[in-house]
């Protein structure tokens, strides 16, 4: 699943997103869903504005200890 985060606020957003704010792609792959918003946002606003949104990739793995 692909996570967003906003780092930058643009006027076409609900007035409830506010920077810093983290998107999670819907299944039905045609917008982003912000769980704690309770707020949609069309793909094309996402992934086509480099500038306010930056991808959140999160690790397959960890680091327990170093020997």
Not at 24 to 45: I, Q
């Amino acid at each position: 699943m692909k996570k967003y985060k906003l780092i930058k606020w643009y006027p076409s957003l609900p007035s409830n997103v506010k920077e810093g704010d983290t998107f999670t792609k819907e299944k039905n792959g045609n917008t982003y869903y912000g769980k704690s918003l309770n707020t949609f946002v069309y793909n094309r606003e996402v992934e086509n504005n480099p500038g306010f949104w930056q991808e959140i990739v999160e690790k397959d793995y960890e680091i327990l200890s170093l020997i």
